[in-house]
């Protein structure tokens, strides 16, 4: 008994202390494990990283397996001009800058924003509050020459801007340096890739060698929608078939700590956030350099660079590369490109949140409702683990039903605490209890609930899936705290069912155990506080039939 109680006395107290904490956060205030409070991490960029900011361009690289350099900064032609073009398909809405065929902003349309429903995401945007957008560009070319780069005046040479069929095309033209660069953006109807196809020529008089490079910008500010109370991955990310899924914090670029490949011929580079992530997909088997760095302050950058070989006068080169703007789809994003769909974030149990994932998509396929996929995965676990729920709830009835003869134990041997456990230990062999076979086969489920948390936190379709009556997204917290009201509620009678601990005060932390849990669950999205009323509610139904079934038991025998 011992052993539970400090075992109850750890939980309260560490839940006593997350709450605090996010308390604090949620309060503006710093954290108590350390990092920067809400107000440096939500700041605008600062001015180095507004939108009037150039970033830097990449230096030349110097080997058919390019080695980006020294990153020096670089300014725009004060006499250039540039446009805004704005691009319309069915999913998504994306604004392009001339000034180096830039992706300056992408709205989803199949997704609102948090909070306001008749406005979409969103997602890449180059504004006072963020700075989130793609670039490619050309480099390589010989001293005192710029070729077409993100900081290069393009013209648009197609002329459709809304699409009206399956698939939209648009271009970008733009020359610097005796080389014409084409930039042709093919978007398909109902999808979030992107194909890209960039047409290097040589208008000049001399042989060149240049090479592309794909890049993302972001500042290291977090999402709008961030929650103070669980955290999601904000960063790049980086793949490759030698060092798979490799993701850094902005914070680790920072320090020049980022860990990922440099040299490859696979994969790609990401940026990754909570439901969404933007990625460059570079051509398959041809070597490139992968760089993580910091630009400017609190303005970051993933870049992948490739060489793209000699083109003589009169010539042209050509490559085909893919880009991803939109939500974690995990299926789409495997279809596009290897190991693409791991920027949805399981943690450690991916193992496990995977499958459990794919079921959850089954169970949508036949049901239509994520609240209702969530109720009937629910009650599939618990019949899976009924077994080991089962022993769980028989040794809690044995332990009730020994409770009045503990308590009559405890009032014998007072304050003597050896010759209490010595009768304790007496008694339950004699009854052959085991006093901690409540808890172990719990303890075999925790990996799955954790894993069942992660799926619901971090699956794209929850966010904006309703469900019944007032619960219009499930991936935002209940607006009426309904749901963490019968969370609560399930807990207290969940406890009285249980035995009640010999200790008084172990009794009163298991009272107050259902408020602790409860008031964080205030702040946590519905679908998971759903998911925690239906499990409690089944616990209640097996261990209520379970204690029913030993009385009428024990009851029998005594009659005999």
Known sequence: ????????????????????????????????????????????????????????????????????????????????????????????????????????????????????????????????????????????????????????????????????????????????????????????????????????????????????????ERDGNDPADTSSFYHTFTGFAVYSEQDKFQKSTFSDIEKKKANYIKQADNGWIAVVQHYFATAWVPPQGKPRTNELLEVQKNLYAARSIEAVGEIAPGSASRVDSHLWVGPQDQKAMAALAPGLELVVDYGWLTIIAKPLFTLMTWLHSILGNWGWTIVALTVLIKAIFYPLAAASYRSMARMKQVAPRLQALKEKYGDDKQKLNAAMMEMYRTEKINPLGGCLPMVVQIPVFISLYWVLLASVEMRGAPWILWVHDLSIRDPYFILPAIMMATMFLQIKLNPTPPDPIQAKVMMIMPLVFGGMMFFFPAGLVLYWCVNNTLSIAQQWSITRAMQRKAEAAANR
């Open 1 to 216: 008994m011992d052993i539970r109680r400090t075992v109850l006395w750890m939980i309260f107290s560490f839940s006593l202390l997350l709450l605090w904490n996010n308390w604090q956060i949620h309060n503006g205030k710093p954290s108590l494990f350390g990092g920067p409070t809400p107000a440096a991490s939500t700041a605008a960029p600062q001015a180095g990283a507004n939108n009037n900011a150039t970033p830097s361009v990449p230096s030349a690289p110097t080997s058919t397996a390019p080695t980006p350099s020294a990153v020096p900064g670089a300014t725009a032609p004060a006499t250039a001009r540039s446009e805004e073009i704005v691009i319309t398909t069915d999913v998504l809405r994306l604004t392009f800058d001339t000034m180096g065929a830039q992706l300056v902003r992408a709205e989803l349309l199949k997704y609102p924003a948090t909070g306001q429903p008749d406005k979409p995401t969103v997602l890449l945007d180059r504004s006072a509050g963020l700075t989130y957008v793609v670039q490619s560009g050309v480099v390589g070319a010989p001293n005192g020459q710029s070729f077409p780069t993100h900081q290069t005046p393009f013209r648009m040479v197609s002329t459709e801007r809304e699409m009206t069929g399956d698939n939209l095309v648009v271009s970008f033209e733009g020359e610097s340096g005796g080389v014409k660069v084409t930039k042709t953006f093919t978007l398909h109807k109902g999808r979030y890739d992107i194909d890209v196809r960039h047409d290097l020529a040589n208008v000049g008089t001399a042989p060149v060698s240049p090479a592309l490079y794909l890049q993302l």
